[in-house]
T-cell receptor
Framework: GQNIDQPTEMTATEGAIVQINCTYQ??????LFWYQQHAGEAPTFLSY????GLEEKGRFSSFLSRSKGYSYLLLKELQMKDSASYLC?????????????FGGGTRLMVKP | DSGVTQTPKHLITATGQRVTLRCSPR?????VYWYQQSLDQGLQFLIQ???????AKGNILERFSAQQFPDLHSELNLSSLELGDSALYFC?????????????FGSGTRLTVV
């Protein structure tokens, strides 16, 4: 089976830095995505990692270690609007097709 | 607007009924994916179509079926509906197989079964 684990909830303070971890055990790996999802809305793309290392994009950075089956999303200078669920997802597939398999999501609450 | 269009936005129906959810992918995208998200749950992959053909299948119930038409829009059919089928149903699309490109999600259809 596919296992993608991330904490259920986290709380952080406005202006601070928060790190959301994700570990995965999957049969096959074609990359790891992070999505942001506000309640009742569509997930929106944040980042993609396929090689080991850190990808930085503005206030958001994502790290991947394939040998450890581990990724994290780093959010800097937190803003109230960053309160949302953050979804870790692994793309698994072969020539026949692929599926983006999601973890349960981490609900982040940013407090003043 | 993500470019992926889903209709209807909301649907309320009774148990035992059948409904059809529609999705138009972003222009140029050949792959369409369907996901189910129950209350406070993660996104569960249902099925993928690529250029009209089924490519990958997840935990899709036998009461559910889907297809992708020549104009690339897709429909998800849910039959013999049960209360537990109440959920947000998302459609997503990608250029090819999603690797490296990610998926673009539509705004979803909220299905309520009463």
């Amino acid at each position: 089976g596919q296992n993608i684990d991330q904490p259920t909830e986290m709380t952080a303070t406005e202006g601070a830095i928060v790190q959301i971890n994700c570990t995965y055990q999957t049969s096959g790996f074609n990359g790891l995505f992070w999505y942001q999802q506000h309640a009742g809305e569509a997930p929106t793309f944040l980042s993609y990692n396929v090689l080991d290392g850190l990808e930085e994009k503005g206030r958001f950075s994502s790290f991947l270690s394939r040998s450890k089956g581990y990724s994290y999303l780093l959010l800097k200078e937190l803003q109230m609007k960053d309160s949302a669920s953050y979804l870790c997802a692994v793309i698994i597939g072969d020539n026949a097709g692929n599926m983006l398999t999601f973890g349960g999501g981490t609900r982040l609450m940013v407090k003043p | 607007d993500s470019g992926v269009t889903q209709t209807p936005k909301h649907l309320i129906t009774a148990t035992g009924q059948r409904v059809t959810l529609r999705c138009s992918p972003r222009s140029g995208d050949l792959s369409v994916y369907w996901y189910q998200q129950s209350l406070d749950q993660g996104l569960q992959f249902l099925i993928q179509y690529y250029n009209g053909e089924e490519r990958a299948k997840g935990n899709i119930l036998e009461r559910f079926s889907a297809q992708q038409f020549p104009d690339l829009h897709s429909e998800l059919n849910l039959s013999s509906l049960e209360l537990g089928d109440s959920a947000l149903y998302f459609c997503a699309s990608s250029v090819a197989d999603g690797v490296g490109y990610g998926y673009t999600f539509g705004s979803g259809t909220r299905l309520t079964v009463v």
